[in-house]
């Protein structure tokens, strides 16, 4: 069997990834006293009087809510909420393995943006955290701004940030081995959905000056008065050469390709275009921009992928579990822009520049270390921020 109908296999015996488990003993009389009634009302009446108290004395300041509409689930689109379940159970997996953070998956049945904030707002006392996952471009941006403004615990939309913090460290590792640095380099962004807007958002956060945004008509000017909010507040601080035309065009003498776009658009010509010791980001899902060999054929010196077939993967898992694990640690009440930053400062470094090459840019996803390395740059960005409960 392939990967595929192993999986598959697998989710029919499995019939969920996850579990709850109890961390109190229910085998006496007194323990039901303890745990339920009546010694649990004592609990309720300290939380009555100061809700703060509840991260103290339940699982909240552990428990983070995987959230989706289902409407952009992996490369798959919109599957709808029950699709999606698998996702967000395998998610909630990663966020026990790597972080030891409880998460419970919840799929809602609704694509209006008002109606799914005042869902996740309503049962958010029960949680430290929101992580938003596979929710459509531009919905997503809209739901988790309105989150932020009335949620008073972290609301992160991984898809977004969590791919923009690990593309960041990646670049920098990148930028390393091949002696450049981000201030001076021309980068180029293909594909503005929810990933590659906060790619480029950080990336200028970082000291990006010189970059090239495009999408699916081409290269994105402040011109555009059709562009969303997202986008045009980007365009104005991009393409300095006011370049027009295609990918082909913004590509050419580009340092850096990022591309969370499609399958194979970008061609071998198009690479040998680009400047010296090029780092192409080909991150499309499975299938990426253009597969490895063939950059590297081109002329690439540093190629990272999505997929864990090939070095440098850019993967997500190396910075969620430890974003939130460091979030609800501290009681952060949001995960700023300094908190991602750090983190991505903090994933980069995990790799000493002695051993940086250009198959080791990044971390293993597997390398359960990182988690709490990224946790500790989160937690004192926090608190240098005064952010913290």
Not at 296 to 312: M, Q
Request: charged share 25%; aromatic share 4%; glycine share 8%.
């Amino acid at each position: 069997m392939d990967v595929k109908e192993q999986s598959l296999k697998k989710h029919y015996e499995w019939q969920g990834k996850i579990e709850v488990v109890s961390r109190c003993p229910v085998e006496t009389r007194e323990d039901m006293s303890l745990a339920y009634t009546p010694g649990v009302a004592e609990a309720c009446l300290v939380i009555k009087d100061d809700i703060n108290e509840s991260f103290r004395l339940t699982r909240r300041s552990n428990l983070v809510a995987v959230v989706t509409d289902g409407t952009a689930v992996l490369g798959l689109g919109d599957i709808g909420p029950e699709a999606g379940m698998p996702v967000m159970e395998g998610k909630c997996a990663l966020f026990k393995a790597f972080a030891d953070v409880d998460a419970f998956p919840l799929c809602i049945k609704s694509k209006d943006v008002d109606e799914i904030v005042n869902t996740i707002y309503l049962l958010s006392g029960s949680f430290g955290g929101i992580n938003l996952e596979d929710i459509a471009a531009p919905r997503c941006f809209e739901i988790e701004k309105k989150l932020k403004e009335i949620c008073d615990i972290p609301i992160f939309h991984d898809d977004q940030h969590g791919t923009a913090v690990v593309v960041l460290a990646g670049v920098l590792n990148a930028l390393k081995v091949v002696g450049k640095n981000i201030s001076d380099v021309k980068i180029v962004v293909n594909g503005l959905g929810a990933a590659g807007t906060a790619i480029s958002k950080m990336l200028v956060a970082a000291g990006a000056k010189n970059m090239v945004l495009v999408d699916r008509t081409g290269i994105v000017s402040a011109d555009d008065a059709s562009l969303g909010e997202e986008r045009q507040s980007l365009a104005r601080i991009t393409n300095p050469e006011n370049l027009t035309g295609d990918l082909s065009v913004a590509i050419k003498g580009a340092d850096v390709f990022v591309g969370v776009s499609a399958p194979g658009i970008l061609s071998q010509e198009m690479v040998k275009s680009m400047n010296s010791d090029p780092i192409v980001f080909a991150m499309a899902n499975p299938t990426p921009e253009i597969m490895p060999d063939l950059a590297k054929e081109a002329g690439a010196r540093i190629v990272g992928t999505g997929r864990s077939d090939f070095p440098n993967q850019i993967n997500n898992v190396l910075v969620f579990p430890g974003i939130f694990r460091g979030a609800l640690d501290c009681g952060a009440k949001e995960i700023s822009e300094g908190m991602k930053l750090a983190a991505a400062y903090a994933l980069a470094n995990h790799i000493p520049e002695a051993e940086l090459d250009e198959e080791n840019i990044i971390p293993s996803a597997l390398d359960r270390s990182v988690a709490m390395e990224i946790a500790q740059a989160v937690m004192g960005a926090a608190v240098e921020e005064k952010i913290t409960r």
